[in-house]
């Protein structure tokens, strides 16, 4: 079957409007208290610690640094999700606190204490409360304080956060405009100075809030908690390999060459520990001299072959399997970005970053591979980390796509000289312990987990049932969809991780990689492959295709979004779910992600399968919709189910919002694809006036704010947002099947809509930030199915001929042109 290009779905918008979601009822909240007595004491003893905790802080702090200005923050628990966007200004205008971050699902908020007398006034609130016996009437204090569970000053005990110390100390800063001139920039100022007058080794990134301490030692951690009062949170981290002994594979040599390495190839950027020079793929190595290396020691040597192994997969791809032996041709080139020369250490969040800027700006890279994390789960619903953030916003600014590896499960490496103990697949993916590390959690870029396959047919020695599955190492997305502040109404089905998952090898019945393991290429002289398995080896097999579309599809690089878009919507998931089905605390979305990626369906269409892609931008509260429309002959297939299967999935990039947990991404958009209606129309009466609701308003026929059931055939909205308190994705996926039927309804056209809209719970003050235009990428993907094993051989012909579509520019020339004559 002869492969083609993509097309460019490039019809305007057919119709623009304001959106309207359909009105639907309140959604169910958690209800308060009746028995106040609860609620009295907590109050007490919350008024009491805090003022005590307050003076203790005061006398705790060290004149002598003659710090220029202190500001206290108070911790506010509440009993469910605070509305910022309504409460936000009452609490500064009435208590005197300006909010710094929200966490816990926004359960809790974190807020300066910017007016003494206007915070007396929330401390004699409190005091009314306490005081009263009637709260049902003749009420005399602010009824906002009903909402608090209870409060605490944010002390050093709680500014410090890891259980254990580290030489990597994360320092995140509070972020509040409103206090920046006479609190933030002063003592950031004096801080900065306290840490060269004791010549401490540190990074000041402070365009991400926050600074990176390497070898200080605790005393000193605890002075800086106790007197500089812009600081959320201390965190101690390590990074390093999570990984098996390697087995060293008894071979005479390499026993390949590349064959292009004098061709223009897409970089990939590998952030790892080196890529050595000393084996086949040193002409691939772009490196000048000792650049990007933060080791001193060399970023063409690699000491514990990890750098090297992740290297040859993301050039090479899975072509070393099963036989390495002969010549090949790499999809990319490689720069080494060396951030570890052994297996462990800290490595400073800063220096990542520098490399990306310096990696994308110097050689244009847009691919990178990160398979280094910090090697501590992360707890169930725990906020976005100050790493993740960082990276997302670095992909935002700068358009590149960072693969993440989620992580291996350590606890797994408990061996008694046997067998593995305690491990029973998959119930150990419900544990906590299973959680990814950090940065995985990020959203803009791609996150990949590890299936148990090794291209070797191990499946029936893996201890995975299978080698689609995904392997017992492998780690899950973090939030636990039973967390009390969640319900139906702010579970977000599509916000997971991993967003794929790629073949990574598995124990084998031996309970070794002796067999199940994969094969990676070495940097040790004299051994040339191991066997080894882990996360960090599906990365670079992601990062594969993804350079495989650059170098097929050049112009894909001006959109990396559209990048993920292609790799997500051509990722599948086996039908394994029955085997997840006892899981209580995670799905398999949240281990899986959306499945192991087909590289044959993300890089090329065929006759009868054919990928859409369609590029715009909306603004929030905006609806669009475009016309697809569907060839004549399905209608005489002999086939009346299933004629045709969609899968379709949207991605766009966000500037996120640091320390707000709900609203970290800060805008919705979602898609769908629909009956043949049209955007916006009203109900009319015989004389042509618009038939009004109860309500005394039009009522719509159309899709936009008309009920979904009424333009629905197959999948809703991919993703809904009506209730405030939902985390939300910047990718989407569906899939669904159209029958023949539904081409006769709608005379073989279909909508497809994308609606935006803001984050309800951003605040005012940052609202107008991010009411801007946001470009998205919408791919989906068209196959005919075979009726009776026989397929028509036009779908692709005629799909680009109904829509006006555009081939996708091909590097290749010769090969766009024969491509326009078939």
């Known amino acids: 079957m002869a492969d083609k290009p993509h097309l460019y779905y490039r019809k305007d918008a057919e119709n623009i409007k304001d959106f309207k979601p359909p009105a639907r009822g309140a959604g169910k909240r958690q209800s308060e208290e009746k028995n106040y007595t609860p609620k009295k004491e907590e109050f007490i003893n919350s008024r009491d610690v805090f003022l005590r905790e307050r003076e203790e802080r005061i006398q705790s702090r060290s004149p002598q640094l003659n710090i220029p200005a202190h500001v206290d923050h108070i911790q506010i628990c509440f009993h469910?999700?605070?509305?910022?966007?309504?409460?936000?200004?009452?609490?500064?205008?009435n208590f005197g606190l300006s909010a710094s971050a929200y966490y816990n699902f926004n359960t809790v908020g974190l807020f300066a204490i910017i007016d003494s007398d206007l915070f007396n006034n929330f401390i004699q609130e409190i005091n009314k409360f306490i005081d009263t016996s009637n709260h049902y009437s003749n009420v005399t204090y602010n009824q906002d304080v009903k909402?608090?569970?209870?409060?605490?000053?944010?002390?050093?005990?709680?500014?410090?956060?890891?259980?254990?110390?580290?030489?990597?100390?994360?320092?995140?800063?509070?972020?509040?405009?409103?206090?920046?001139?006479d609190y933030i920039h002063p003592i950031e100022l004096s801080l900065l100075e306290y840490l060269r007058e004791r010549g401490i080794t540190f990074y000041d990134n402070l365009e991400y809030n926050k600074i990176e301490l390497l070898g200080v030692d605790e005393g000193i951690l605890r002075e800086i908690a106790n007197n500089f009062d812009i600081i959320q949170s201390i965190n101690s981290y390590a990074a390093g390999l999570v990984r098996p002994t390697p087995l060293n594979l008894p071979e005479k040599s390499f026993g390949f060459d590349i064959t292009n390495a004098d061709s223009e190839l897409p970089v990939i950027g590998i952030i790892d520990t080196g890529i050595s020079n000393q084996t086949p793929l040193a002409p691939l190595i772009i490196n000048q001299g000792n650049e990007f290396d933060i080791t001193n020691t060399s970023p063409v040597t690699d000491g514990v072959s990890h750098g090297t192994a992740v290297a040859a997969l993301a050039a090479l791809g899975n072509r070393l399997f099963p036989s390495h032996i002969g010549n090949f041709e790499a999809?990319?080139?490689?720069?080494?970005?060396?951030?570890?020369?052994?297996?462990?250490?800290?490595?400073?969040?800063?220096?990542?970053?520098?490399?990306?800027?310096?990696?994308?700006?110097?050689?244009?890279?847009?691919?990178?591979?990160?398979?280094?994390g910090y090697t501590d789960p992360k707890k169930y619903n725990d906020t976005i980390s100050e790493y993740a953030y960082t990276l997302d916003s670095l992909t935002y600014e700068l358009d590149i796509l960072i693969f993440i590896s989620i992580g291996n499960n350590s606890d797994l490496q408990r061996y008694d000289g046997r067998r593995f103990v305690n491990i029973t697949y998959p119930l150990h993916f419900d544990s906590e312990a299973s959680n990814l590390f950090i940065p995985a959690e990020s959203m803009n870029n791609v996150t990949v987990g590890a299936?148990?396959?090794?291209?070797?047919?191990?499946?029936?020695?893996?201890?995975?049932?299978?080698?689609?599955?995904?392997?017992?190492?492998?780690?899950?997305?973090?939030?636990?969809?039973?967390?009390?502040?969640?319900?139906?109404?702010?579970?977000?089905?599509?916000?997971?991780?991993?967003?794929?998952?790629?073949?990574?090898?598995?124990?084998?019945?031996?309970?070794?990689?002796?067999?199940?393991g994969l094969k990676v290429l070495s940097s040790q002289p004299g051994?040339?492959?191991?066997?080894?398995?882990?996360?960090?080896?599906?990365?670079?097999?992601?990062?594969?295709?993804?350079?495989?579309?650059?170098?097929?599809?050049?112009?894909?690089s001006d959109n990396m979004q559209t990048v993920k878009a292609l790799l997500l919507n051509g990722a599948f998931c086996e039908t394994i779910e029955d085997g997840f089905?006892?899981?209580?605390?995670?799905?398999?979305?949240?281990?899986?992600?959306?499945?192991?990626?087909d590289s044959d369906v993300i890089l090329q269409s065929d006759e009868n399968r054919v990928t859409f892609i369609l590029e715009d931008v909306i603004s929030p509260k905006k609806i669009k919709s475009y016309i697809l429309k569907l060839p004549e002959y399905l209608l005489n297939v002999n086939r009346q189910n299933g004629v045709l299967h969609i899968d379709a999935t949207l991605s766009f990039k966000f500037k996120p919002v640091p320390h707000n947990q709900l609203a970290y991404c800060p805008v919705h958009i979602s898609f769908g694809i629909f009956r043949n209606i049209a955007l916006e129309?009203?109900?009319?009466?015989?004389?042509?006036?618009?038939?009004?609701?109860?309500?005394?308003?039009?009522?719509?026929?159309?899709?936009?704010?008309?009920?979904?059931?009424?333009?629905v055939f197959a999948e809703s909205w991919a993703q809904d947002y009506y209730y405030k308190a939902k985390m939300l994705s910047n990718s989407q996926k569906v899939s669904f099947n159209i029958s023949k039927k539904i081409l006769q309804e709608e005379n073989r056209t279909l909508k497809i809509a994308v609606n935006a809209a803001l984050h309800k719970l951003l605040s005012p003050a940052i609202r107008n930030d991010y009411n801007v235009e946001y470009p998205f990428t919408l791919v989906f993907s068209i196959r005919e199915n075979p009726a009776k094993g026989v397929n028509s051989n036009r779908l692709y012909d005629e799909l680009y001929a109904l829509n006006d579509a555009e081939l996708l520019n091909l590097a290749d020339a010769n090969l766009d042109a024969e491509q326009n004559q078939e």
């Open 581 to 597: 089905s006892d899981l209580q605390n995670i799905t398999l979305k949240g281990i899986y992600g959306n499945g192991i990626p």
């Open 681 to 711: 129309e009203f109900e009319q009466n015989e004389d042509g006036s618009p038939k009004l609701d109860e309500d005394n308003k039009p009522i719509p026929i159309g899709i936009n704010g008309n009920t979904t059931e009424n333009y």
């Open 147 to 181: 909402f608090i569970k209870e409060f605490s000053l944010l002390t050093s005990n709680r500014i410090i956060k890891y259980t254990q110390f580290k030489p990597h100390i994360i320092i995140d800063l509070t972020d509040n405009v409103e206090i920046f001139n």
């Open 331 to 372: 999809d990319a080139k490689l720069l080494s970005l060396k951030v570890l020369d052994n297996g462990g250490g800290y490595i400073p969040e800063a220096e990542v970053v520098s490399m990306i800027r310096e990696a994308n700006t110097k050689y244009g890279v847009k691919i990178f591979t990160l398979t280094i």
């Open 80 to 93: 469910d999700t605070f509305d910022s966007s309504t409460f936000e200004n009452k609490y500064r205008i």
């Open 451 to 516: 299936a148990a396959g090794n291209f070797e047919n191990n499946g029936q020695i893996c201890i995975s049932p299978d080698g689609i599955f995904p392997a017992i190492y492998t780690r899950t997305f973090h939030i636990n969809k039973n967390h009390p502040s969640l319900n139906w109404t702010r579970i977000n089905k599509r916000l997971y991780k991993p967003d794929l998952c790629h073949y990574a090898g598995d124990y084998d019945d031996k309970l070794s990689p002796e067999h199940a």
């Open 527 to 556: 051994i040339f492959y191991d066997k080894e398995v882990g996360t960090s080896y599906a990365v670079p097999l992601a990062a594969n295709i993804a350079a495989k579309l650059l170098k097929k599809y050049p112009s894909l």
